[in-house]
DNA sequence: CGTTCCGGTTGATCTGGATCAAGGCTCGAT
DNA sequence: ATCGAGCCTTGATCCAGATCAACCGGAACG
């Protein structure tokens, strides 16, 4: 697999130029992690920044009681652990491989001596910490002020490319409903409620159709709560 | 009043040399906003940073039902609009002044343009933004994870510095419920069953003594859901 | 000084979504 | 092919916290 190629198709390194990325391609080791692997736990010293490959990391917390919130599912192109590298401080959350995953690892020291000798790649990733800062703010956003429909919505929305309409879903039902803090079975319910409503399709388990992006948009900014 | 010891007290720039310190000090502008006047709202473009030198300033999203939800209550040495700023990107929320209140602002041209100018700075920024990453995440876990009683005693926690046990509430109660994601009632009743079952103190409304840290402690992690 | 208004407390009631329970389906392992 | 073991769905019930409502006390203001 070819890091340099993987390096410019992620966010987080939007618009490097070729000689950054080459430099970051060397510093990189390759991982693979089977289905189910934890790949580092909440309070380990920081491994580095992984930057998704092939595959899906779930990168949740656990609860006292036991419940895991999934704050992150990240798919090719896709970076974790990236701030405990950067705020040097222990990782404070889990993650584990969904399937079979390949990633890349800029490990810590190597990624801060980088950042330290190399100021355009620092001001790029200070802006890329800055989108992922927006991203939370609006996770929380939705957790706080829509309720499961508005949620289930906008999520939708979200996953869905500009001018697309088809939805592949990224990982079981279950991982997406605790990422929306909601139980795998309202989530269940609640698309149910969406495909009576016309909004949507279910030709499989794992694609889902928007049919009136327009109505659901409603939907997601709440003004369709009760029927 | 002086900008340079307001710069230094302040957790973003922390440990910035003296000359840093003067080169930001000379950037910024005072502002002063009246009780209840909005700074700034969702979707303005970014002023700049702030940095609150007295008084309160409440960070908060509006949902479509008219609900608010405060994302965060910034005091003295505290900054808020920085995130809007460094990913130059319109502000994802509303800032209002709780009471009188003075900041110094350091306008989005002049810090952007510092920024590329002084890679030590970036580095500390970047630092920064990761803290401010991990502070959200807990906030959210707070929220997601923890019950009413368990997100009280936990932010009861964190209020104080080590050692104290007395916390000067910032704010008011229904601020820092909505911080929360509780009704005022709800965080009416939570402080009262913690009253009665001896773990805090109210001498007075503005102020809670905790009476037993460790008691406060496991109600936090959830380990006293039920008595 | 009243008086008005807003914040906080407390009580009564309601409800969205969780929890508990029971099948059916898929898919990997044998 | 057969057999689990998860996953998803659907139904029934429950509950933490919201909402509604009433009251109190103090600060702002004429």
Chains 1, 2 share one sequence.
Request: with cysteine; charged share 25%.
């Amino acid at each position: 697999m070819n890091a340099e190629r993987i390096i410019s198709g992620c966010g987080f390194f939007l618009r490097l130029d070729a000689q950054r990325r080459e430099r970051l391609a060397s510093l990189a080791e390759a991982r693979t992690f089977a289905r189910g692997q934890v790949i580092f736990r909440q309070g380990d010293d920081p491994a580095g920044l992984f930057i998704v490959a092939t595959g899906l990391v779930r990168v949740y917390q656990l609860g006292p009681s036991g419940k895991e919130h999934v704050l992150h599912l990240a798919g090719p192109g896709m970076t974790f652990g990236e701030v405990a590298v950067l705020g040097d401080f222990p990782a404070p959350a889990f993650a584990d491989a969904n399937r079979k995953t390949t990633c890349l690892l800029l490990p810590s020291g190597a990624l801060r001596a980088t950042l330290r000798s190399d100021h355009e790649l620092c001001l790029q990733v200070l802006g890329s910490m800055a989108f992922w800062v927006r991203h939370l703010v609006g996770l929380l956003e939705g957790i706080v002020l829509r309720d499961a429909a508005g949620r289930v919505a906008h999520w939708l929305l979200d996953q869905v490319s500009e001018g697309r309409t088809t939805i592949e879903l990224p990982s079981q039902k279950k991982d997406i409903a605790s990422h929306l803090n909601l139980t795998s079975e309202t989530l269940s319910r609640t698309l149910r409620q969406l495909r009576e409503d016309g909004l949507i399709e279910e030709p499989t388990g794992q694609r889902i159709v928007i049919k009136s992006p327009e109505r659901m948009r409603e939907v997601a900014e709440g003004f369709f709560p009760r029927v």
